[in-house]
């Protein structure tokens, strides 16, 4: 599975941002976006699964907004009020499992920059 990742920039602070993630095959799992800022782990932002239940972090609940096409195979990730703190690498990530295996993927990674 292939994941093509767009969509990031730069933004001031307050602004907004749509990333977009198309996966190569049809994902019977979740779709969701992870982030890495300088210094810091990877962490989960938000997932979807294909049922449509969807989980945030913290912080970014009330202000970012997941979605799902599975038509598209894709996912997008609506970014209002953006913070400085949001900046940074943003992943695309899909995972599910088959046969009691997980398997998981990942998108190339695309910059968000939030400037104050």
């Known amino acids: 599975v292939q994941l093509q990742a767009s969509g990031g920039g730069l933004v001031q602070a307050g602004g907004s941002l749509t990333l977009s993630c198309a996966a190569s095959k049809i994902i019977f799992g979740s779709m969701g976006w992870y982030r890495q800022a300088p210094g810091k782990q990877r962490e989960l932002v938000a997932m979807a699964t294909s049922g449509g239940s969807t989980n945030y972090a913290d912080s970014v609940k009330g202000r970012f907004t997941i979605s799902r096409d599975n038509a598209k195979n894709a996912v997008y990730l609506q970014m209002n009020s953006l913070k400085p703190e949001d900046t940074a690498v943003y992943y695309c990530?899909?995972?599910?499992?088959?046969?009691?295996?997980?398997?998981?993927?990942w998108g190339q990674g695309t910059q968000v920059t939030v400037s104050s």
């Open positions: 990530n899909a995972n599910f499992f088959l046969l009691g295996q997980k398997s998981e993927y």
